[in-house]
Nanobody, 118 residues
Framework: QVQLVESGGGLVQAGGSLRLSCAASGRTWSLYATAWFRQAPGMERELVASITWSAGGTYYADSVKGRFTISKDNAKKAVYLQMNSLKSEDTAVYYC???????????WGQGTQVTVSS
């Protein structure tokens, strides 16, 4: 089993920045990739960004390219999401997810609220 704990959410004005953190514990050696998803009220959960643990390959949704940056710290088993130039449409609950295979997200954190005021 793998446990994921997110932190760093909050309220920020449009144009501002936030940094989300995801700390992994447990059988982390088995993980292939970690990702950030988000879900806004009444909307489906969407993949925002992902990163692979070994090669560090990244993926970004079109809506966040150029504004968000995903990174990792292998020693700390942590993944971060730096969010810049935030917009009101970025308001959502952000979830950290991890899996042992490509696009297989077996483990989820509890979520952290990000609210961007316009």
């Amino acid at each position: 089993q793998v446990q994921l704990v997110e932190s760093g959410g909050g309220l920020v004005q449009a144009g501002g920045s936030l940094r989300l953190s995801c700390a992994a514990s447990g059988r982390t050696w088995s993980l292939y990739a970690t990702a950030w998803f988000r879900q806004a009220p009444g909307m489906e959960r969407e993949l925002v960004a992902s990163i692979t643990w070994s090669a560090g390959g990244t993926y970004y949704a079109d809506s966040v390219k150029g504004r968000f940056t995903i990174s990792k710290d292998n020693a700390k088993k942590a993944v971060y999401l730096q969010m810049n130039s935030l917009k009101s449409e970025d308001t959502a609950v952000y979830y950290c997810a991890a899996g042992v295979a490509l696009r297989s997200w077996a483990y989820w954190g509890q979520g952290t609220q990000v609210t961007v005021s316009s």
